[in-house]
């Protein structure tokens, strides 16, 4: 086996090529998780143009591929003390490994062969993935299944969530009666449109007591780069519910040519008594399903809006992978603890409850400050 560590901006476009094949050939053999868009070259690509710190390795050999073409790629970001991470971590909402059916490796290996004395992940895909089994935790990833049309959509989703269907679109009339006429946009090339959602998502965190994403200007930045991005199989899409010609709700996400992955969604406070962002989310998917797509996958989390969409789970992990090294035992000492507290705060409802009221109460206070 034989692994090269490159730049994302160096790959060739042949290399570009192999990955997004190893994604249609994996999807193609039972592991659709793998088509997921934040799996795509174009999203690592992206993110190296953002963050030096970006590397990917390509694989050759691995007994599944012809000699000399990729049989596997891996995109992470490695700090120079050689921690390595999932590209976006902590932002993207699926990460691994895209290798060929039957690809195999030894974990710890790959590692020292990209230089990395550990490699931490929170959304690592399902699957025959050589980091399995060092997973630490398993979350619920949420999918709405669309591939069978809008009228399919519509009618599972009646049977399975009746009373939020009905609530729902009563108050998408409503809105429609009180607010003016509703259209919904599903591909928004308004810029100024992002700009808006920048704008609600920010106020959102601060409101909730959440760290501001786009208080930081990489992410801003690779979320422009991304809403420019767009090929045969790939694009940044900005989805956007209008009611009498204002913007009431807008998501801002990445789709592959089979799924839609949610990402950032937002509305207006002042139309939140029609519940603007569940109806962006129901004309998203059925516009997705009219798309000719296969799923969209809302990602790790539990909300009661997405328990009410969802057609099935996918599973994801969190865990590290390391290898006999200094470096590595200092940083699961420093991080396990961390995760560990967060993951039992999230998982009890008893403790989530209040958690959550006194990030919402610091979050109005610095507001008001």
């Known amino acids: 086996m034989d692994t090269d560590v490159c ?42 143009q953002v963050r030096r710190d970006t590397r990917v390795a390509v694989i050759r050999g691995g007994g599944s591929s012809a000699t000399g073409s990729p049989a596997a790629f891996l995109p992470f970001q ?73 009228e399919a959509f519509w009618s599972a989703l009646r049977a399975r969530s009746p009373n939020f269907t009905r609530r729902t679109l009563a108050k998408g009339r409503k809105l429609g009666r009180e607010a003016g006429e509703v259209v919904y946009v599903h591909d928004e090339r308004d810029p100024r449109m ?17 760290g501001d994403r786009f208080a930081r200007p990489w992410i801003v930045e690779l979320v422009d780069r991304l809403f420019h991005t767009r090929t045969a199989r790939f694009a940044g899409q900005l989805s956007v519910l209008y009611a009498g010609g204002r913007p009431v709700a807008a998501h801002f996400g990445l789709r592959s040519d089979r799924v839609l992955s949610t990402w950032f969604p937002a509305y207006d406070p002042a139309y939140g008594r029609y519940s603007p962002g569940l ?46 090294h200094p470096v590595a035992l200092g940083r699961r000492m420093h991080r396990a603890p961390v995760r560990a507290l967060r993951n039992a705060v999230v998982s009890r409802p008893e403790l989530f409850g209040p958690a959550d009221r006194l990030l919402k109460q610091i979050g109005s206070f610095r507001s008001k400050g």
């Open 7 to 48: 730049r994302p901006g160096e790959l060739t476009q042949a290399d570009r090529e192999a990955w997004s094949a190893l994604q249609d050939a994996a999807a193609g053999s039972g592991q659709p998780e793998l088509a997921n868009p934040f799996l795509a070259p174009e999203f690592t690509v992206a993110v190296g």
């Open 78 to 150: 490695r700090s120079r003390s050689g921690v390595g991470r999932a590209v976006g971590l902590g932002l993207s909402d699926c990460q691994g490994m895209v290798a060929a059916p039957g690809f195999h490796c030894d974990a710890p290996g790959l590692l020292r062969a990209c230089g990395l004395a550990v490699w931490e992940f929170d959304h690592l895909v399902s699957g025959p993935q050589p980091f399995a089994g060092y997973a630490s935790g398993a979350f619920a990833s949420p999918v709405i299944d669309v591939a069978d049309g809008p």
């Open 194 to 210: 992002l700009e808006v959602l920048r704008g609600w998502k920010s106020a959102q965190y601060r409101r909730t007591g959440r």
């Open 279 to 324: 109806l962006l989310h129901l004309r998203m998917a059925e516009a997705s399903a009219a798309q000719g797509l296969a799923s969209v996958d809302m990602g790790r989390g539990a909300k009661a809006y997405k328990d009410a969409l969802k057609s099935r789970e996918l599973t994801v992990h969190e865990g590290w992978v390391t290898r006999r």
